[in-house]
């Protein structure tokens, strides 16, 4: 038999043995420094017209295109959980070339926004300010020929946040990568008397693969082309920080980077210089990495949304926007 090789016990510096602390679940639990809870999530939601209507969305298990009134009973459900809110996404039923039903204060966000107000329901009401959902080109702003006209979008962007506000959302939160579309969206809510809107900054979007799911859901996968000239190039960090620098100096309340997981960095960078609170965006695509993976046998469903979403909190962020909100909201409470 070959001998044993003898390994000299080497002890840590001081006697430091940091397996102490890892001892027993108690003991892990006492020493962890990153926490989630329910309050942190934001639920999105996609909402259309009419009532009693619950259409599934094939590549984001367990969500659907719900009516208002199909989405005022699941805030019942995401308020019973202790999510903090939910962020709101409007399928309308005709487009236009311009997205001008963005601003319809008839349309499913505001209706859903003043049914939902009406509950009175400990939730944060956000509301998404985009026109990618409302355009039949699917790009985010006003085209001219095959190129967005940054300037002629933002008095559109900043209609739908006033109609939004005026509906009774909290929180208004611009997403087309427009410049200036912060500033714009502050110079139109103050007048308006609706200064104490809340404006959450898509500061750090970058033009990724991870959202196809999403554009399935909303139906705004853009026709021709794609949208890497007005969202941001995955490989610049230091355009992230000027981006979210440009927004917090026109009156972002909270910033945001989006994709969350291929952001991470961004968030730490962002929490030593920033003192706002920050917002990731688990997208669509990494929820459908995660069930498409648990599905196959491949990772612990569970065990992978909650590491991740830790992983996101550790990194900076206040506030994440999951679709697996719920249910991570269940599996907290069932710890406590």
């Known amino acids: 038999m070959r001998e044993l090789v003898r390994v000299r016990t080497v002890s840590t510096p001081a006697g430091k043995r940091p397996r102490r602390l890892r001892a027993n679940p108690a003991l892990r639990a006492l020493v962890r420094e990153t926490r989630l809870e329910p309050g942190r999530f934001l639920a999105p939601l996609f909402v259309v017209s009419g009532r009693d209507r619950r259409e599934p969305i094939a590549s984001l298990k367990g969500h659907a295109r719900l009516s208002a009134?199909?989405?005022?009973?699941?805030?019942?459900?995401?308020?019973?959980?202790?999510?903090?809110?939910?962020?709101?996404?409007?399928?309308?039923?005709?487009?236009?070339?311009?997205?001008?039903?963005?601003?319809?204060?008839n349309g499913p966000v505001a209706?859903?926004?003043?049914?939902?107000?009406?509950?009175?329901?400990?939730?944060?009401?956000?509301?998404?300010?985009?026109?990618?959902?409302?355009?039949?080109?699917?790009?985010?702003?006003?085209?001219?020929?095959?190129?967005?006209?940054?300037?002629?979008?933002?008095?559109?962007?900043?209609?739908a946040a006033v109609a939004y506000a005026e509906a009774g959302a909290d929180v208004v939160a611009p997403s087309a990568m427009m410049d200036g579309q912060v500033g714009a969206l502050r110079s139109a809510l103050d007048p308006a008397g609706l200064e104490n809107t809340a404006i959450m900054a898509y500061a750090s979007k970058h033009a990724s693969v991870l959202y196809g799911p999403f554009r399935e859901a909303a139906g705004s996968t853009p026709s021709f082309g794609d949208r890497k000239s007005y969202q941001m190039d995955p490989a610049n960090a230091r355009e992230a920080m000027r981006e979210m620098q440009l927004d917090t100096d026109e009156g972002a309340d909270i910033l945001m980077v989006k994709p969350a997981i291929t952001s991470l960095d961004l968030l730490a960078r962002a929490r030593d210089r920033f003192d706002v609170p920050l917002a990731a965006y688990q997208v669509s695509g990494e929820a459908a990495m995660i069930e498409a993976a648990a599905e196959r046998g491949w990772l612990d469903r569970r065990g992978a949304v909650l590491e991740s979403l830790t992983a996101i909190v550790r990194a900076g962020a206040d506030i994440v926007m999951t679709y697996f909100a719920a249910d991570a909201a269940s599996w907290l409470n069932a710890k406590r």
Request: aromatic residues 2%; contains cysteine; hydrophobic residues 45%.
């Open 69 to 105: 009134d199909v989405a005022v009973a699941e805030a019942h459900r995401l308020a019973g959980l202790g999510v903090g809110g939910i962020l709101l996404f409007g399928i309308p039923d005709a487009k236009d070339h311009d997205g001008r039903a963005a601003a319809d204060e």
């Open 111 to 159: 209706q859903t926004l003043r049914m939902l107000k009406a509950e009175n329901l400990p939730l944060v009401l956000a509301a998404d300010v985009c026109l990618c959902e409302y355009t039949t080109h699917g790009h985010c702003g006003v085209l001219h020929g095959e190129q967005v006209d940054n300037d002629a979008t933002l008095p559109l962007l900043a209609e």
